[in-house]
């Protein structure tokens, strides 16, 4: 007898189970995708990635398309209240309304994610997919941001990455430079004469998304090493900078075996320029600096290059 009791409390517990775990099944409604500018095959093909995809990595009930399109009273719903009045006659849980609309080549993806009955909305982003191709990728990520509800850039994965990401990341992703540069110096104040000087350098950088930092080693009327610091004004293709240099400068004199002055010194930079290609794997930058060496003969010059990173 207890154990027919225990088996029957056994019964109900496993039946309790599977009734909370369907009644907790939420059904979700998708708005057939409206859209503007773009070929309807297009727009079908996109929603039925977006509607496997949230079967794929969620439980929801997503009520279908036919079952949608039956107690709609337009052929279209492109706002909140009428995607709320369909979510209600389907006694749904959730309701998604998802917009495509062509801007040029590029396509631009908007939805909102309701719960209803409060038609509070759990989330809502948009994000923009470069051409038909990239639709595929920016639906299935579109389908992970309305699964884990949370905004459309939070949720990238390996493999995942969009067509804008990728260029994105080539403006922002850290990266080393090495490159070199050419052109002149111009002294100011203490060298042995006024005429100008070819000069040229080598860069080791490191770019983060504001600012590079690096090493500078070069042939200056002499000898010159230093560390510098630009801050990045753009993350476009042209991009002007501001920085400063800090290092050791030694000056070529010719009375130097002559006399007891040393043409050594700590070396401070003020620079400024204009990086181009900036957002390519290489860079060509336009530099002005103006350098002082703290030695005996308070050296002062304008050094003028371009180069190549």
Same mark, same amino acid.
């Given at each position: ?19 909370? =775990?369907? #009644? ?9 995708? @409206? ?9 079908? #093909? %996109? ?8 079967? $794929? ?17 337009? &052929? ?17 849980? =959730? ?15 908007? /939805? ?89 350098? %080598?860069? *080791? &950088? /490191? ?12 042939? $200056?009327?002499?000898?010159?090493? @230093? ?6 004004? #753009? ?8 920085? %400063?240099?800090?290092? *050791? ?31 390519? #794997?290489?860079?060509?930058?336009? =530099? ?8 005996? /003969? ?12």
């Amino acid at each position: 007898m207890k154990s027919l009791s225990f088996s029957i409390a056994l019964l109900l517990f496993f039946a309790t189970l599977i009734i909370a =775990q369907e #009644t907790s099944t939420q059904k979700l409604v998708i708005v057939p995708l @409206n859209s503007i500018g773009i070929e309807p095959a297009y727009v079908q #093909t %996109a929603e039925s990635i977006l509607r496997m995809e949230i079967n $794929r990595i969620s439980t929801l009930d997503i009520i279908s398309e036919r079952r949608t399109r039956e107690v709609m009273e337009e &052929d279209y719903c492109n706002d909140t209240e009428c995607a709320m009045e369909i979510g209600k006659a389907l006694n749904a849980d =959730q309701v998604l309304l998802c917009n495509l609309n062509a801007l040029g080549e590029k396509i631009i993806v908007q /939805y909102s994610l309701l719960e209803l009955p409060s038609g509070r909305r759990l989330v809502t982003d948009q994000t923009t997919a470069l051409n038909v191709e990239d639709l595929e990728a920016v639906m299935k990520r579109v389908a992970v941001s309305i699964v884990a509800k949370q905004p459309f850039n939070k949720n990238v994965e390996v493999g995942s990455v969009v067509g804008k990401e990728s260029i994105e990341s080539l403006r922002r992703a850290a990266r080393y430079n090495f490159g070199i540069g050419f052109g002149y110096l111009f002294p100011i104040h203490g060298y042995d004469n006024d005429k100008k000087s070819f000069t040229i350098n %080598a860069y *080791f &950088d /490191y770019e983060v998304p504001d600012y590079a930092v690096g090493l500078m080693i070069g042939a $200056r009327n002499g000898f010159a090493i @230093n560390l510098y610091g630009n801050y990045l004004f #753009t993350k476009t293709d042209v991009c002007p900078y501001l920085g %400063a240099s800090l290092g *050791f400068h030694w000056v070529a004199h010719e009375d130097f075996f002559f006399d007891d002055k040393e043409g050594d010194g700590i070396g401070l930079g003020l620079i400024g320029g204009i990086k181009l290609f900036h957002t390519y #794997t290489f860079q060509l930058f336009i =530099q002005g600096e103006y350098i002082m060496t703290f030695n005996d /003969y308070n050296d002062k010059a304008f050094v003028f290059t371009i180069g190549i990173l």
